[in-house]
């Protein structure tokens, strides 16, 4: 996701795209340690989002 279409969304969709986004990151480190690498760029993306997600959340704090 970009930034510009994070800063769209409300502030009850950003904390849900948050959740779901640590949601997904903590099961690709799982499958990353069991050695079932299916995508290892995804695990990158979803990082970059929840970072830019928490970004988005800061600055309207």
């Known amino acids: 996701m970009k930034a510009s279409e994070i800063r769209d969304l409300s502030l009850e969709e ?3 795209r948050e ?3 640590q949601d997904e990151l903590f099961r ?3 499958k990353s340690s069991m050695g079932e690498v299916e995508a290892q760029g995804r695990l990158r993306s ?3 989002d929840l970072a830019r997600v928490k970004t ?4 309207r704090a």
């Not at 988005?56 to 600055?59: A, C, G, H, I, P």
């Open 19 to 21: 959740h779901d986004l």
């Open 46 to 48: 979803a990082r970059h």
């Open 56 to 59: 988005v959340l800061r600055e």
């Open 14 to 16: 950003l904390r849900t």
């Open 28 to 30: 690709l480190r799982i």
